[in-house]
């Protein structure tokens, strides 16, 4: 045979090569072997995030993913002990913590003795278990967290600050103002505050009587009464004081007022203004209570400190007069824990 057919001659010893050169038939599916088998552990091992199974109780029965590179624990240093121990929320913002039903915490901390990292923490309550995750922080994260923390520092810097300049008289006026500052919290936890409002009267009692700082020490320090002239000149301290804290424009303006009102009367009767009852800013209703209390409980040049039972009577008998009456049973109930006054004053 000639031509283009010669090179593939149809004889059979053609069907006998191509026979010898076919490929194998292929296995099926279900014959092929399977070289990776699934691993659940280390399926979760590979996981970027820490999770956690909790009980009702809080505490930890599985762990999971990547938890000991997130958390800096091992399984045995965490299984069976409550996750409270490790992980923190802040309390300001997270008050029932992992107990709320869910929720997402971008500044949790998690760790133990002392070495802490931040962590976001996700979970989700069901009826007999709390199922969540730690991630580390991304990037945008980290920079959120510094910012925050830059802040939160410079916070930490003014109330030192704040401190510093409300106690900067004298001694025995620091220690005053230490304790009034910590009446005046109390009390306005009792009314309810938030925490703006509780700020604004913690500033407000620290800097109440920086405006003395231009009465003369001879008039602050005497023994006996003042005349009327050394009273007109002590008078103005809450003036004074306004004036020097002008410049603190952050300074929020219930604190200037506490600073100013401190020494207003429920019926009218104080200074500078003359303001009386709900006309009075509530900051300075409330620092007036814990100035009196603390002036009336203390030694001072002009006389010896009274007990707390004798200032809280005499407080209740100005009920109405000099102080909001509703503040002061507060006071008297839920910081100082007398409420038996009353009864014995006949109710109110």
Request: proline letters at 5%; charged letters at 25%.
């Amino acid at each position: 045979m000639s031509g283009p057919f010669r090179r593939f001659p149809f004889d059979d010893s053609y069907h006998d090569a191509s026979e010898q050169i076919a490929p194998p038939p292929r296995k099926l599916i279900a014959e092929e072997e399977v070289e990776l088998q699934a691993d659940d552990a280390a399926l979760l091992a590979a996981q970027p995030s820490a999770l956690f199974l909790l009980d009702q109780a809080g505490i930890i029965v599985r762990l999971g993913g990547n938890w000991q590179t997130v958390s800096g624990l091992s399984s045995e240093q965490a299984m069976g002990r409550p996750l409270h121990q490790f992980l923190k929320l802040p309390q300001s913002s997270h008050p029932q913590g992992l107990y709320a039903e869910s929720g997402v915490c971008e500044e949790g901390s998690v760790g133990r003795g002392g070495i802490m990292k931040r962590v976001r923490v996700v979970w989700k309550r069901g009826e007999k278990l709390t199922a969540g995750h730690l991630e580390l922080p991304g990037a945008a994260a980290k920079v959120a967290y510094e910012r925050s923390e830059r802040l939160r520092r410079a916070e930490d810097a003014l109330e030192q600050t704040i401190g510093c300049l409300g106690t900067t008289l004298d001694a025995v006026q620091g220690q005053h103002v230490v304790r009034m500052v910590s009446y005046a919290m109390r009390l306005g936890e009792a009314y309810g505050l938030s925490g703006q409002e509780l700020k604004s009267v913690r500033w407000g009692a620290a800097l109440h009587d920086v405006g003395k700082a231009r009465v003369p020490q001879d008039i602050l320090g005497k023994r006996g009464p003042l005349s009327a002239d050394e009273f007109d000149v002590v008078v103005q301290h809450p003036v004074w004081g306004v004036e020097i804290l002008e410049r603190l424009e952050f300074l929020p303006d219930a604190a200037r007022q506490a600073v100013l009102h401190h020494h207003e009367r429920w019926d009218g009767q104080g200074y500078p203004a003359g303001l009386m009852q709900e006309g009075i800013p509530l900051s300075a209703r409330i620092v007036m209570i814990a100035d009196v209390f603390d002036a009336l409980t203390s030694d001072r040049s002009y006389k010896t400190a009274w007990t707390p039972g004798d200032a809280a009577e005499f407080m209740i008998r100005e009920a109405g007069r000099s102080f909001d009456p509703k503040l002061v049973r507060l006071f008297i109930e839920q910081v100082l824990d007398l409420g038996h006054l009353y009864n014995e004053a006949g109710g109110e």
